[in-house]
């Protein structure tokens, strides 16, 4: 398995090379055929108060998939997590943005989390992946205005 | 020294932001778990429920807190109760993992708890207030046994990875050196006339007493290595017998060194009205006091049942639902009234039949990210190598806080960590890894606070809240303005359906607040049905 990105992180861990591969032989919590690659974890963990990365794809892997799922297909229990994968609400991007700056329902606000560059990463990265294709891209300008 | 007093000014989760960006984990989880609904909790003894019409019927949705307590209360009023639960398990969030317990969440990761025997994990609460009096009461009518817990450990370690070098400081050190330094600041100021214009000749004499005190100052008002700071912060060498070497006085951390690593701001946690003792835990797991609900209205409780429509008309709910596991044809259940305990983060995924303001807020709560570890450790050495009984470090590092185990201390052996307890963006980032990336991660993590990890660490089971399929997150965080919008909302009897949860109360994230919710809400509609409002 390739390492982690967890560059902010690599500063904490003097023996992370030796951490990792006892972890990796303790006994197995999870069993390995529900191993998927997709999850990676790039959590920078490097402030409370707001996420370091900057790019789409790192935001959605650091955020996103958690609950929405590495295939953006999302998820179903007693409730669910909706697909954002083909998913026709991302037709305008004012309302991606919305949702993530402000929440909705039972999914938490963001906007503080986040900064308009960011927001705008993250929502133009989904709308632009998982068989969304939405040619126009939301701006900073535009997040600012919906703060 | 509390960081805010006044939640009212500004919003919720402005101030949460600003406060994890000031302060770090423990100030931020000290604002988590108080902000604006740190009062006390307003049990009033055992429900009233006389008079119960023969024959009445209540479904209730939901077997966590809320919903046992209601199905326990009910069925001894005399009403025909039963009780639709997703899990496979009654308790919900009041949640005990222990060897041999599965758990799927969300997105297909199984795990399985291999602790050793006698050893668990609370996952969800973990912790009871002294005012806690209707969880309290519950556990002295159903016989379950509490032991003490301690928040505060003045031996547990405070930690920046970033200051000293990455040592981990005992808790006693920082809170003895910074009483004394701003004692010793303090009488400065006094001494040399800069507050004379705030105190009066008397009080000034009054306040410099309490500072040597308060302070551990020497008789010049300074805080320096003595006798009496060793009383207060501990000794380099123990005081011993016979021809044992003689005692070493510790020395204290200076000043700024102190200051510049924050970690005095760790101390308002234990000193919270929620935090103080006495606290308590259950022996043997949080899930005891709801399994004593559980054991009396089991008959009662449907397991494995998904609700997947709630519908109601002028004479009763009709409630349609699934079987969890397997799936297949619709099932449906009829009572003439429903209280629904599930939490506002599902139900507001699911088709309910309620009028428009009861909707509006259901859909209006934002639910918390929050992740919790248990780590199985070879031997104990937190209490033999660095004598840690109970109690919780803080730590600047992903995990947050490690919490040591009360049950079972100073008997060796092995034992149970809680080996994270993580809010903010830090929860969001481990609910982005496979269980199996997240328990790495609090491996290395814990490692820098205490290298035994390394050696000792054998298994562990983690879980992360919004990968929790019966609630998607943790607990209802309402903002100020959501909760002044859409409270009374919430907790109308809308027809024949009432809500209740800790979602539903002023004490969220707490099974306090599940217990009042669901006792105010049935002594409502208990009400109604004898026709008494």
């Not at chain 2, 302060?23 to 009033?44: H, I, N």
Request: net charge neutral; charged share 20%.
């Amino acid at each position: 398995m390739a390492k982690p990105a967890l560059s902010a992180s690599v500063r904490l861990c003097r023996n992370l090379a030796s951490l990792l591969a006892l972890a990796l032989c303790a006994p197995a919590v999870v069993s390995a055929d529900e191993e998927p690659p997709p999850f990676s974890p790039p959590g920078s963990f490097t402030d409370l108060g707001h996420f370091a990365h900057q790019d789409g794809a790192t935001l959605f892997r650091a955020i996103c998939q958690g609950c929405h799922m590495p295939d953006a297909k999302g998820a179903v229990g007693a409730g669910y997590y909706p697909a954002l994968a083909g998913n026709q609400k991302l037709a305008s991007a004012t309302y991606p943005a919305l949702v993530v700056l402000k929440g909705r329902h039972g999914m938490p606000a963001f906007g503080d989390y986040l900064s308009d560059a960011q927001v705008v990463e993250v929502v133009n990265y989904v709308r632009s992946h998982f068989g969304n294709q939405y040619p126009d891209a939301l701006t900073p300008a535009e997040v600012a205005k919906l703060r | 020294m509390r960081p805010v007093q006044n939640p009212l000014s500004i919003s919720r989760r402005d101030l949460l932001r600003k406060i994890g960006f000031s302060a770090g984990a423990a100030m931020m989880y000290q604002a988590m778990s108080t902000l604006g609904f740190a009062r006390e909790s307003d049990y009033r003894g055992p429900v009233e429920l006389s008079g119960a019409p023969k024959g009445t019927s209540v479904l209730i949705l939901g077997a966590g807190m809320a919903g046992l307590v209601a199905a326990y209360e009910l069925r001894r009023a005399g009403y025909t109760v039963k009780v639709l639960e997703y899990n496979h398990r009654a308790g919900g969030r009041s949640w005990t993992l222990r060897g041999g317990d599965e758990y799927t969440e969300l997105g297909g990761h199984k795990q399985k708890c291999e602790f050793d025997p006698g050893l668990y994990v609370n996952p969800g609460p973990w912790r009871i207030p002294y005012h806690h009096h209707g969880m309290l009461d519950y556990a002295r009518r159903l016989k379950v046994p509490l032991e003490p817990f301690n928040q505060l450990n003045f031996n547990a370690y405070l930690h920046s990875s970033k200051d000293f070098g990455g040592k981990p400081q005992r808790y006693r050190h920082i809170y003895a050196d910074y009483h004394g330094h701003i004692a010793e600041l303090l009488s400065k100021a006094v001494n040399k006339g800069q507050l004379d214009a705030e105190l009066t000749t008397e009080d000034k004499e009054r306040l410099l007493v309490s500072l040597r005190t308060f302070g551990v100052l020497d008789k010049d008002y300074r805080y320096v290595k003595s006798f009496a700071t060793s009383e207060s912060r501990g000794y380099d060498t123990e005081r011993g017998a016979g021809l044992m070497p003689p005692p070493q006085f510790s020395t204290p951390i200076a000043r700024d060194a102190l200051l510049k690593s924050g970690l005095a701001n760790y101390m308002v946690t234990p000193f919270d009205y929620d935090l103080t003792p006495s606290m308590f835990q259950p022996v043997g797991g949080m899930d005891r006091i709801a399994m004593a609900l559980y054991s009396d209205v089991a008959p009662l409780v449907e397991l494995d049942a998904k609700v997947t429509a709630i519908d109601q008309d002028e004479r009763g709910v009709s409630v349609t639902y699934v079987d969890a596991q397997r799936g297949g044809e619709p099932k449906h259940a009829r009572a003439d009234w429903c209280l629904c305990t599930i939490p506002l983060s599902i139900l507001s995924e699911i088709p309910i039949k309620v009028s428009e303001p009861m909707l509006a807020a259901i859909q209006a709560a934002p639910y918390e990210a929050s992740v919790k570890f248990g780590l199985q450790f070879k031997r104990r050495f937190w209490e033999e190598d660095e004598q840690i009984y109970g109690g919780i470090s803080f730590t600047d590092l992903p995990i947050q806080m490690i919490g040591y185990p009360i049950a079972g201390m100073n008997q060796g052996g092995k034992g149970v960590l809680l080996g994270g307890y993580v809010w903010g963006t830090n929860a969001y980032e481990f609910n982005s890894m496979t269980p199996e990336q997240r328990i790495r991660k609090a491996v290395e993590s814990g490692a820098q606070i205490h290298p035994q990890y390394t050696k000792e660490f054998e298994n562990g089971v983690v879980v992360s809240w919004h990968r929790s399929p019966f609630t998607q997150g943790c607990f209802a965080n309402w903002s100020d303005a959501a909760r002044d919008k859409h409270y009374d909302n919430l907790c109308q009897i809308d027809g024949r359906i009432a809500l209740a949860g800790e979602h539903a109360s002023r004490l969220p994230a707490w099974q306090e607040g599940a217990v009042l919710s669901s006792l105010d809400a049935i002594g409502r509609m208990h009400k109604k049905i004898v026709g008494t409002v």
